[in-house]
T-cell receptor, first 110, second 112 residues
Framework: QKEVEQNSGPLSVPEGAIASLNCTYS??????FFWYRQYSGKSPELIMS????GDKEDGRFTAQLNKASQYVSLLIRDSQPSDSATYLC??????????FGKGTTLSVSS | EAGVTQSPTHLIKTRGQQVTLRCSPI?????VYWYQQALGLGLQFLLW???????NRGNFPPRFSGRQFPNYSSELNVNALELEDSALYLC???????????FGPGTRLTVT
């Protein structure tokens, strides 16, 4: 099975800073990429989807995709304590399964 | 718009027993997915149902099975429960296969 890799963290940033979360994937044929946020004890919440190379912005969130480097990232601008959560990168593999990374824990201190 | 719903919220079973978990997708969504999230193992894909048929399954034994009903709701059945089946079971739905998936709150299964 192809893999999705993320640094487990924790990634600690001060309130108001930019948090940068990274993800690499091994299936070169992947076309669909997602970022989910999961608070402790809760289910994952979809925050971004990206399908084409480049940047996609939604509010304070920007997803970046580079298919040649097999790399996806999520930037969170003006980080807030409420952004403290685990962020999961997910990649559709060959149109048959959604493979998740193990997640990066983000901690935003006030 | 109502989100994905799952029942029950929590479940405690004994090793060797059988369990059925239920999921109702977002209205209009035809694809339903089941995932297992065990401690330390991350989210693992279990099953994908679309238009009433099983389309794909992850690397799980046959004692994990399910079905999708004509109204697109779904059941996950786990037979001969083992201690390592203790996990959060998550259901997700999407408008079409492998498009954006939205998760339900999950069912926490504890096997003793």
């Amino acid at each position: 099975q192809k893999e999705v890799e993320q640094n487990s963290g924790p990634l600690s940033v001060p309130e108001g800073a930019i948090a940068s979360l990274n993800c690499t994937y091994s299936d070169r044929g992947s076309q669909s990429f997602f970022w989910y946020r999961q608070y402790s004890g809760k289910s994952p919440e979809l925050i971004m989807s990206i399908y084409s190379n480049g940047d996609k912005e939604d509010g304070r969130f920007t997803a970046q995709l580079n298919k040649a480097s097999q790399y996806v990232s999520l930037l969170i601008r003006d980080s807030q304590p409420s952004d403290s959560a685990t962020y999961l990168c997910a990649v559709v593999q060959a149109g048959t399964a959604l493979i998740f990374g193990k997640g990066t824990t983000l901690s935003v201190s006030s | 718009e109502a989100g994905v719903t799952q029942s029950p919220t929590h479940l405690i079973k004994t090793r060797g027993q059988q369990v059925t978990l239920r999921c109702s997708p977002i209205s209009g969504h035809t694809s339903v997915y089941w995932y297992q999230q065990a401690l330390g193992l991350g989210l693992q894909f279990l099953l994908w149902y679309d238009e009433g048929e099983e389309r794909n399954r992850g690397n799980f034994p046959p004692r994990f099975s399910g079905r999708q009903f004509p109204n697109y709701s779904s059941e996950l059945n786990v037979n001969a429960l083992e201690l390592e089946d203790s996990a959060l079971y998550l259901c997700a739905s999407s408008l079409i296969g492998w498009y954006e998936q939205y998760f339900g709150p999950g069912t926490r299964l504890t096997v003793t």
